[in-house]
């Protein structure tokens, strides 16, 4: 598989130039999830540590959202921000150290402008057809990257379904964003979890699905 060029083409196929943030405004299709709402825990608990039953609670929606999808995910994206080689070397070697991915089987660079300069941006890409992690493990310092984790998975994390033009965000335990590039391919999760819909854009999303 040729990741870097799925992954674009992909991207392109969702209405999408590159990784524009925030993926649901850019996206031609797509839901917003709520994941850490939540009255039955606390996101801390009496030590001041992050409560294990809330990450527990927004990993059961976060693994119930991704596996009512067709099939699995193909390819797995992390974008990371970095002034010089040796340290996006640090940045990869910090994520690897808390997810246990192998390395990235590509590394695409390029150049953007953040907060208006000129700022280098790293994607990395692996294949998960041919790897073996712990989804779950990935999935919970995504959620945990805001609260006291690795701050470097914030927002930065992109699951691909690259047959389905399909393309899963979670950016950490405050929510997800699910797009496609047609609704047929995500109408039974709209269906399916619409009471986890953000109900800031509850509007916005049921003008999607329900035209």
Same mark, same amino acid.
């Given at each position: 598989? &040729?990741?870097?060029?799925?992954?674009?083409?992909?991207?392109?196929?969702?209405?999408?130039?590159?990784?524009?943030?925030?993926?649901?405004?850019?996206?031609? /299709?797509?839901?917003?999830? &709520?994941?850490?709402?939540? $009255?039955?825990?606390?996101? =801390?608990?009496?030590?001041?540590?992050?409560?294990?039953?809330? /990450?527990?609670?927004?990993? =059961? @929606?976060?693994?119930?959202?991704?596996?009512?999808?067709?099939?699995?995910? *193909?390819?797995?994206?992390?974008?990371?921000?970095?002034?010089?080689?040796?340290?996006?070397?640090?940045?990869?070697? &910090? /994520?690897?150290?808390?997810?246990?991915?192998?390395?990235?089987?590509?590394? *695409?660079?390029?150049?953007?402008?953040?907060?208006?300069?000129?700022?280098?941006?790293?994607?990395?890409?692996? *294949?998960?057809?041919?790897?073996?992690? $712990?989804?779950?493990?990935?999935?919970?310092?995504? /959620?945990?990257?805001?609260?006291?984790?690795?701050?470097?998975?914030?927002?930065?994390?992109?699951?691909?379904? $690259?047959? $389905?033009?399909?393309?899963?965000?979670?950016?950490?335990? @405050?929510?997800?964003?699910?797009?496609?590039?047609?609704?047929?391919?995500?109408?039974?999760?709209?269906?399916?979890?619409?009471?986890?819909?953000?109900?800031?854009?509850?509007?916005?999303?049921?003008?999607?699905?329900?035209?």
């Amino acid at each position: 598989m &040729d990741i870097s060029n799925c992954f674009y083409q992909t991207l392109n196929a969702l209405g999408m130039h590159g990784i524009e943030f925030p993926v649901f405004d850019t996206a031609r /299709i797509g839901i917003r999830f &709520d994941i850490g709402d939540s $009255s039955d825990f606390d996101v =801390y608990s009496k030590k001041h540590t992050v409560n294990p039953l809330y /990450i527990d609670h927004c990993l =059961y @929606r976060v693994t119930q959202i991704m596996d009512s999808l067709p099939n699995l995910p *193909d390819i797995l994206a992390i974008q990371l921000y970095f002034m010089n080689e040796h340290e996006l070397q640090k940045e990869i070697k &910090d /994520i690897l150290s808390v997810t246990k991915l192998p390395y990235p089987h590509e590394t *695409d660079k390029n150049e953007t402008i953040l907060d208006g300069k000129p700022t280098n941006v790293a994607i990395l890409l692996w *294949d998960l057809s041919i790897i073996n992690f $712990s989804k779950e493990t990935l999935l919970k310092e995504v /959620i945990a990257s805001d609260l006291d984790g690795e701050h470097l998975l914030t927002a930065s994390v992109f699951w691909v379904w $690259s047959n $389905s033009n399909i393309m899963f965000h979670l950016y950490d335990d @405050r929510g997800a964003d699910l797009v496609a590039a047609e609704k047929s391919a995500i109408k039974n999760v709209y269906l399916r979890f619409n009471q986890w819909i953000l109900k800031c854009d509850r509007e916005n999303i049921e003008s999607i699905f329900e035209d």
